[in-house]
């Protein structure tokens, strides 16, 4: 029963602010690197951030840089994104997946993933 599990999406206006939850079920987040992706309606999943098992190095896409903030809880098995000044290009369902190579792309090189959260962006 291994399982990310994702948590904390919503409907939020533009400029708006979410904080998204990955857990881990069944095995010790810590051992990991982590990604954030998401996908849109129409379009094909993209690496958003990740973060190392330490949490000592990050990478954010360009789209996200500066308004998105990666953090890790390895106490609780947890692995957040702060999302701030939300725009509505940022709509789509976003996934937790591990392991994740950090540097110097942003990718996924496991099968850890989790159900996906829902983030509307809409006034």
């Known amino acids: 029963q291994l399982q990310l599990v994702e948590s904390g999406g919503g409907l939020v206006q533009p400029g708006g602010s979410l904080r998204l939850s990955c857990a881990a079920s069944?095995?010790?987040?810590?051992?990991?690197?982590i990604g954030w992706f998401r996908q849109a309606p129409g379009k094909e999943r993209e690496g958003v951030s990740c973060?190392?098992?330490?949490?000592?190095?990050?990478n954010y896409a360009d789209s996200v840089k500066g308004r998105f903030t990666i953090s890790r809880d390895n106490a609780k098995n947890t692995v957040y994104l702060q999302m701030n000044n939300l725009k509505p290009e940022d709509t789509a369902i976003y996934y937790c997946?591990?392991?994740?190579?950090?540097?110097?792309?942003?990718?996924?090189?496991?099968?850890?993933w989790g159900q996906g959260t829902q983030v509307t962006v809409s006034s």
């Open positions: 997946a591990a392991p994740a190579i950090v540097q110097p792309m942003c990718v996924i090189q496991g099968n850890y």
């Open positions: 069944g095995f010790t987040l810590a051992y990991y690197a």
């Open positions: 973060i190392s098992s330490s949490g000592g190095s990050t």
